[in-house]
């Protein structure tokens, strides 16, 4: 079972910018595709972007942080990263990674390992 941890999160002013980390120990991510999701209280969770290794590090984004985040892969220390700058208020979340060897994509059904999430506040 693929163990995935993420890091990084925090409070920040909007404007401000966080880089999350999501990490495992256990085995290679060079053949998964990794996402990252978020989910607002009360609200259903919604794809970020993600990065499919197996496909020579091609990346999606919802259009909410196109322009904004950016999505990255260092292949030899088992990590995906996600760099978000100019935050919003409403980027405030649950951010979750989650990884699938079977296919990629910014759907929660497509992905079969989680971790447990890192909290992102953007207030003043």
């Known amino acids: 079972q693929l163990q995935l941890a993420e890091s990084g999160g925090g409070l920040v002013q909007p404007g401000g910018s966080l880089r999350l980390s999501c990490a495992t120990s256990?085995?290679?991510?060079?053949?998964?595709?990794v996402a990252w999701f978020r989910q607002a209280p009360g609200k259903e969770r919604e794809g970020v972007s993600c990065i499919s290794n197996s496909l020579g590090g091609e990346t999606l984004y919802a259009d909410s942080v196109k322009g904004r985040f950016t999505v990255s892969s260092d292949n030899a220390k088992n990590t995906v990263y996600l760099q978000m700058n100019n935050l919003k208020p409403e980027d405030t979340a649950v951010y979750y990674c989650?990884?699938?060897?079977?296919?990629?994509?910014?759907?929660?059904?497509?992905?079969?390992?989680w971790g447990q999430g890192t909290q992102v506040t953007v207030s003043s």
């Open positions: 989650a990884a699938t060897l079977s296919g990629w994509g910014l759907e929660t059904w497509e992905y079969d390992h």
């Open positions: 256990q085995y290679s991510l060079d053949y998964y595709a």
